[in-house]
T-cell receptor, first 115, second 118 residues
């Protein structure tokens, strides 16, 4: 398997524009996670899905952020409208079920810059 | 609430030195999992090790070793005979096991940047 695939790797956009980040999890992984990494807040969980269903979105910073998982092999994280403070590296990760014990495999991340 | 603290924000060593990265965690659960991830300059997060709360055996993998001590809520990571390629940011993380759909939500520490100089 190619691992978790994220696109694009880099995104530069202007404030106010809509941004969509994409993720393809590892085949057979039932859990999908979106994390954000910033200098100020480190790595923080935004939302996660189990079998395509959002389970916990308490980490989503505000209504401008939304995530979907229409099928087992694809997820999106959308920011509309984007703001400069959204600039960060966004990671997608997937794992198999394991009651907390299975390691998460991370994609290479999308570096988002909002100017 | 769970919390992971990596007090060392940055460590610099000379190649071949041994180095220990500290990790202290807080959790109310009796069952939990601890992880270490490596983030090299290229930016990806690479899984290194997982340890569950019932297994306090230390683990060694090549030049890497991990010391888990529940009594002090610590899960420290030692690199023996460090190499320049070990230069990276290392993250300790905690996941609390739940019997519902809590999955494998990770709480990360702030990371320790390790610089190994030739």
């Amino acid at each position: 398997d190619a691992g978790v695939i994220q696109s694009p790797r880099h995104e530069v956009t202007e404030m106010g524009q809509e941004v969509t980040l994409r993720c393809k999890p590892i085949s057979g992984h039932d859990y999908l996670f979106w994390y954000r990494q910033t200098m100020m807040r480190g790595l923080e969980l935004l939302i996660y899905f189990n079998n395509n269903v959002p389970i916990d979105d308490s980490g989503m910073p505000e209504d401008r952020f939304s995530a979907k998982m229409p099928n087992a092999s694809f997820s999106t994280l959308k920011i509309q409208p984007s703001e400069p403070r959204d600039s960060a590296v966004y990671f997608c990760a997937s794992s198999i079920p394991g009651q907390g014990g299975a390691e998460a495999f991370f994609g290479q991340g999308t570096r988002l810059t909002v100017v | 609430a769970q919390k992971v603290t990596q007090a060392q924000t940055e460590i610099s060593v000379v190649e071949k030195e041994d180095v220990t990265l500290d990790c202290v965690y807080e959790t109310r659960d009796t069952t939990y999992y601890l992880f270490w991830y490596k983030q090299p300059p290229s930016g990806e997060l690479v899984f290194l090790i997982r340890r569950n709360s019932f297994d306090e055996q230390n683990e060694i993998s090549g030049r890497y070793s991990w010391n888990f001590q529940k009594s002090t809520s610590s899960f420290n990571f030692t690199i023996t005979a460090s190499q320049v390629v070990d230069s990276a940011v290392y993250f300790c993380a905690l996941s609390e096991a739940e019997w519902d759909n809590a999955g494998n939500m990770l709480t990360f520490g702030g990371g320790t940047r390790l610089m190994v100089k030739p």
